[in-house]
């Protein structure tokens, strides 16, 4: 069996220039050591409890595949996305860094409402009712499906990110491959946004 290739990472320059200030970031994770180590290992941007990371196209790995129960008891799996980037925050209702995140991560949502771009919570602890207030108290429009109860939930993204590692958001390309990682809060929708809109160009 051929060794698995690690993937070559390069910092997302400009959108980063104003995040440098903020190190002292606090994620709602217990030990993140580790995830920082790997970060270490490569080219990407890294502070205490912030990081981001994306990936060249040429060294992105297979295809995510997952299905999880949304939080209004509907099913959204990937491949009712097939196609579209992919935008996936993991999330729960008590991290203090999810909130602060949420009105960001749904400006974003709204600045893609035209293009092939999907949006998509798992939420890892909460029950359908407490993600579903989550959800009306901060104007989320976008789907929750909930990992909580879910291990093949978990499972399809294991191997791309901790589940422990909150809030964490994902950018998948149009081929469902992760195209970008960002551990930590976001302190405004600029970096996620600039990501986007660099995996959607690879396609045009």
């Known amino acids: 069996m051929a060794p698995r290739r690690t993937p070559r990472l390069r910092t997302v320059a400009a959108a980063l220039a104003a995040v440098a200030l903020t190190a002292g970031l606090a994620a709602c994770t217990g030990q993140n050591d580790d995830l ?40 959204v799996t990937s491949d009712e996305l097939a196609g ?24 974003a949502n709204e600045q893609f409402a035209d293009a092939d771009v999907s949006f998509l919570g798992v939420n890892i602890y909460d029950e359908a009712a407490t993600a579903a207030s989550f959800d009306r108290t901060y104007g989320i429009t976008y789907p929750s499906v909930l990992a909580h109860r879910d291990p093949d939930l978990k499972l399809a993204f294991a191997e791309v990110t901790s589940l422990q590692a909150v809030p964490t958001t994902l950018v998948l390309d149009g081929e469902g491959r992760l195209a970008a990682r960002i551990i930590g809060q976001l302190q405004d ?6 990501i986007v809109r660099d995996t959607l160009a690879e396609s045009s």
């Open 36 to 75: 920082v180590d790997a970060y270490q290992e490569g080219d990407g941007f890294v502070s205490r409890d912030f990081a981001v990371t994306e990936i060249a196209a040429a060294d992105r790995e297979a295809p995510i595949e997952f299905s999880g129960t949304a939080v209004d008891g509907g099913t």
């Open 84 to 107: 579209d980037v992919v935008v996936v925050n993991f999330w729960y209702a008590g991290c203090g860094p999810c909130r602060a995140e949420a009105p960001h991560l749904q400006e």
């Open 189 to 194: 929708a600029s970096i996620l946004t600039t």
